[in-house]
């Protein structure tokens, strides 16, 4: 009988775990769709279409225009070379803490840099309570965002 008990002790312990486990994974879910709706971005703005720095470095000055719900503070800007093996990175900062922001950007690309087209890979929206979003090169391309920027170099 006390075998018998400690057997089905073990079911229930087993079976809560896997129902607080279940629990925590659609609580994750629910809270990055609740994300989602606090999170916005609008418009992306490049000033030059292409970058020459085969003679020296160039920098790359863009415009991009965010919302989030609860105050926006940064927006990270990731861009991958043609061959996807570099990435460089750039931030942008909201310094009035607004809801919507107007943000000025730039990103120096070095005369290392590889030839072609380099593409954002992601936007990453941070807002004042350190929740983020991030919006990927597929979103970027599916919703006609400007996201890609050709560069002539001697690489």
Not at 12 to 22: A, I, N, P, R, T
Not at 117 to 143: C, M, R
């Amino acid at each position: 009988m006390n075998l018998y008990n400690k057997y089905i002790c073990k079911i229930l312990c087993k079976g809560f775990l896997l129902l607080l486990m279940c629990h925590v994974c659609f609580s994750l879910q629910a809270n990055n769709k609740e994300l989602k709706g606090k999170f916005s971005l609008r418009s992306v703005n490049f000033v030059q279409k292409s970058i020459d720095v085969r003679k020296s470095d160039e920098t790359l000055y863009f415009s991009l225009r965010a919302y989030s719900l609860q105050g926006l503070n940064k927006v990270d800007v990731y861009f991958e070379s043609p061959s996807g093996n570099e990435i460089i990175q750039t931030t942008c900062s909201n310094k009035k803490k607004t809801k919507v922001g107007m943000l000025l950007g730039r990103i120096l690309f070095k005369k290392k840099s590889e030839n072609g087209e380099w593409k954002i890979n992601k936007i990453v929206v941070v807002d004042l309570e350190g929740n983020s979003y991030t919006y990927n090169k597929e979103f970027l391309a599916e919703n006609k965002f400007t996201h890609s920027l050709m560069i002539q170099s001697k690489r």
